[in-house]
């Protein structure tokens, strides 16, 4: 299996009938399954295909990854916009606070020393 997917900008710069084309060419184009499925698929071909016959220029390339970024500091800043009442709650509780994320399942456990310091800064 595979998954993908393309997006077309067209600068401010681009005239009418080479705007018109495009979305015309987009309408029409074949959706992507299509071309995933192909045993000659590569993101050049798509990108010739989808610009046939139209000057184009390739500003960046890089290179695409599955992964989560969460990390507990990150973690600890959405923690850090909940209202004071609600960190006391949490502290109240006295057995931290136990975190999944939803993307990727990695566990964080906020320890009550960590909500206090967030409750002191806020």
Not at 37 to 46: G, K, P, T, V
């Amino acid at each position: 299996q595979a998954a993908g997917g393309f997006v077309v900008q067209l600068l401010p710069e681009a005239e009418r009938p080479a705007h018109m084309i495009m979305t015309q060419r987009l309408e029409d184009f074949p959706p992507i399954e299509t071309w995933l499925e192909r045993d000659d698929f590569s993101a050049d071909l798509l990108i010739e295909e989808i610009c046939h016959g139209m000057p184009f220029t390739e500003l960046a390339r890089s290179e695409i990854r599955f992964g989560c970024r969460c990390d507990e500091t990150i973690l600890l800043g959405s923690l850090s916009t909940l209202s004071r009442s609600d960190l006391e709650e949490l502290i109240a509780d006295e057995n931290g606070l136990e975190i999944d994320c939803d993307y990727c399942g990695k566990n964080y456990h906020i320890a009550v020393e960590r909500l206090r310091a967030l409750l002191e800064q806020s």
